[in-house]
DNA sequence: ATTATATCCTGATCGC
DNA sequence: TGCGATCAGGATATAA
């Protein structure tokens, strides 16, 4: 489900509304989640809450008795939400796997597949992503192609690694490739440093864009008040098989990379195109 | 060392 | 209307 606009909406949302609280409890329903010990968490409180990468990641300030600082970073994976409900007592609860209770509210964690998951770290340092955050000032054209360079992965599938750029998933790595006028089929290290930068300012421009609408509900993201992105309305290519190409009129096509579906128009993004 | 395949889950949708 | 097959925005362990 969520990619990096959806993480940083939901990151954005959350750090004003918890920012401050104490935390009551930590209650983890589902098994799943619970792999690794869990960590005392009541009496702490939340220092802030960030994007990182594709995780949304909690600051817990030390307890009083003067432990430790402690990290949470939640990864959404494909149907995971983070549902703040005001109120002491919220009596009639959505399922979820999992509650954090707080001073003013209650932080559910509700996820369908039951991807998602928890990881703690007691240094920021261990939860940083390894892939470059596309938002940040250090993806800059030379940059980029210093990650590209020797990659013969078709583009479109290294726009997916998270250990190279980070936050990118199969919608926006669609919409990306057709806003560079770049073939998903083009070798990544075979770019040259005009398609480079062009790569690097879609990207940018995507994320950003699709940030500025609250991101893209497809079947069902929401926000953490339960409210649906609209960036669905400016897709030009992803589930658009057959539709018409908003720059030249010709017919989307789908394609099957890695058993995910990729969208591009054959003709601005064609192999040989140079773009322009 | 890269790069395909299978796997983790549930629910919505598709085609017959 | 019913029912099995197929498909989902993610990522990883394993196999090739």
């Not at 669609?174 to 440093?193: D, Q, V, Y």
């Not at 480079?196 to 926000?223: K, N, P, W, Y």
């Not at 058993?259 to 192999?271: A, D, E, G, K």
């Amino acid at each position: 489900m969520p990619e990096l606009p959806e993480v940083e909406i939901v990151a954005r949302q959350l750090a004003p509304q918890l920012t401050g609280r104490s935390v009551r409890a930590l209650r983890i329903l589902d098994p799943k989640l619970r792999a690794h010990p869990v960590p005392v968490v009541a009496g702490r409180i939340v220092r802030g809450v960030v994007r990182s990468g594709k995780r949304v990641l909690f600051e817990l300030s030390a307890r009083p008795e003067g432990r430790d600082p402690l990290w949470l970073a939640v990864h959404l994976r494909m149907t995971g939400r983070l549902i703040w409900c005001a109120g002491e007592s919220a009596a009639s609860r959505p399922p979820h796997r999992a509650r954090l209770s707080l001073r003013g509210g209650e932080l559910l964690f509700s996820d369908t597949r039951r991807f998602g998951t928890f990881d703690w770290y007691d240094n920021p340092e261990d939860a940083r992503p390894q892939g470059t955050d596309p938002l940040s000032p250090g993806l800059t054209p030379p940059r980029l192609a210093g990650l590209l360079a020797a990659s013969k992965q078709p583009l479109k599938s290294w726009l997916l690694r998270q250990d190279r750029l980070v936050g990118v998933g199969n919608i926006y790595a669609s919409e990306i490739l057709h806003r560079a006028k770049l073939s998903p089929f083009r070798a990544a290290g075979s770019l040259t440093a005009a398609e480079t930068r062009r790569l690097v300012s879609a990207t940018r421009a995507i994320l950003e864009r699709a940030i500025h609408h609250s991101g893209t509900t497809f079947s069902d993201f929401q926000d953490t008040r339960g409210l649906e992105g609209s960036y669905q309305r400016f897709l030009a290519v992803y589930d658009r098989e057959g539709a018409a190409c908003r720059r030249c009129r010709v017919a989307i096509e789908r394609a099957v990379q890695q058993q995910r579906s990729t969208y591009y128009c054959p003709r601005c993004q064609s192999v040989s195109a140079s773009g322009r």
